[in-house]
């Protein structure tokens, strides 16, 4: 985010001094217009780093950036993060939720957390989420399956 929306979020934080959590939905749309002058890393890192330096200034305050992921699979869940390592590498924790066999998967990790993945299921009445415990390793075959099993 430019100095002007810092302002902004620094103005809300006067007017909401209770405020737990702010959600910015979505990175492109908060993120700087990029200059070309810089690599693609070090321009995710900067763009990156006043939300960053914001949110310390804030204990107490979690700051949420909604972000996409990438379509194709990786073998580490985060590389699937649109962006280069300078976006996911600022950041204090990540975490990813995707598609897992017939339900869904949140990943984490990060500076002050273990690492997990849990499986989830979509609760149909609420339409939240529940944490049906850790992930078990799903094959993209039925047979592949049999063998993880």
Partial sequence: TDQAGIEELEKWC??????R????DTWRAIKPLSNGRASAYDEDANAAAPLLEFAKRHPGLAVLVVH???????DDVFDTISGTHGLTGIFDTLMVLGRHGDGAKLAAQ???????????????????WIVKGDTVPLAKTGERQELLD
């Fill in 14 to 19: 006067d007017e909401h001094n209770s405020a």
């Fill in 21 to 24: 959590l702010i959600i910015l």
């Fill in 68 to 74: 996409h992921v990438r379509k194709t699979e990786a």
């Fill in 110 to 128: 990060g500076r002050d957390l273990d690492g997990y993945e849990k499986a989830l299921e979509r609760d149909q009445r609420t339409g939240g």
